[in-house]
């Protein structure tokens, strides 16, 4: 598989789940969307946390206060893996970018804790959920918040914009995770922070499994181990590098990683 059919195959995959949210059916863990959104495999649900009877945004670490005000469809859009906002520290005023911002659901959370003097953007590369996303943010009348399509290998922003740049269980599915290391240190500022959720594993995965778009666009294929994740954020010159929590067991499992970018 080359680069391109990989990122062709997400995109198709998440723009199907970005349709069905808008038709109101059940979110990631939900019998409905299961097999096409992030938690479309068993070992992805087991890293979630999803099971009977709970919410997939609870499952995954938000609280219910911070979801309550956000339109059904970005709820149903969510994919994720974990709550970066639980690291992330957001303060007043400060400027947010979410690598593969999805329906928007992390923007607009953040959009309330920067303010409004603070400034929250989405970058992402499918067009359905971009859509979704603005339609989002036109109807809550946000105006600190901006939708961006751009590749997350190649963001599409000048050096040093943000104070804090967030993901969630997007970089997995990128190729190149060298490069988009590389890319979000860039458009930090001298001091600024990067807190993601994201899919790793403990030891190497099947060669098999590697092949297996389905799995890649259910977040696994594309997971490495977690102490090379670490080290990769550190080869793109990221400093104070760790994992702060982790749910699931086995061989696969969702991390909150955290770095920083030194002044």
């Known amino acids: 598989m080359s680069n391109q059919e990989i990122k062709k195959e997400v995109q198709i995959r998440y723009g199907q789940h970005a349709l069905r949210a808008q038709a109101q059916q059940a979110s990631c863990c939900g019998p409905q969307t299961k097999q096409a959104s992030c938690c479309g495999s068993e ?5 979630c946390g999803c099971g009977p009877g709970v919410s997939y945004t ?7 206060g911070e979801t309550s005000g956000l339109p059904g469809s970005t709820v149903n859009a969510a994919a994720g893996c974990g709550n970066p906002h639980a690291i992330a ?3 007043e005023g400060e400027s947010l970018l979410d690598l593969g911002s999805g329906g928007g659901i992390d923007v607009f959370i953040a959009s309330e804790k920067v303010g409004p003097t603070g400034r929250a953007v989405g970058v992402d590369m499918t ?6 996303a603005r339609k989002s943010a036109q109807e809550m009348r946000l105006e600190n918040v901006e939708f961006k399509k751009g590749d997350i290998e190649d963001l599409p922003f000048g050096d040093s914009e943000f104070d804090v ?11 190149n995770k060298d490069k988009v290391f590389r890319e979000a240190y860039r458009v930090l500022k001298p001091g600024g922070r990067i807190a993601v959720s994201d899919i790793v594993t403990l ?3 099947p060669e098999e499994m590697r092949k297996d778009m389905d799995s890649w666009a259910s977040c696994v294929s594309g997971a490495i181990e ?7 954020l550190r080869d793109a ?3 104070d590098v760790k994992i702060v929590s982790q749910r699931g067991s086995g061989h696969v499992f969702s991390a909150e990683v955290e770095g920083h970018k030194l002044q």
């Open 89 to 91: 520290e957001l303060k």
């Open 165 to 175: 740049i967030i993901s969630n269980c997007v970089i997995n599915l990128a190729p």
């Open 226 to 232: 977690a102490d090379l994740y670490l080290d990769k």
């Open 127 to 132: 067009e359905e959920m971009l859509d979704l």
């Open 203 to 205: 030891g190497e995965m």
């Open 43 to 47: 070992a992805q649900s087991s890293a």
């Open 237 to 239: 010159g990221f400093t």
């Open 58 to 64: 609870q499952s995954i670490g938000y609280s219910s």
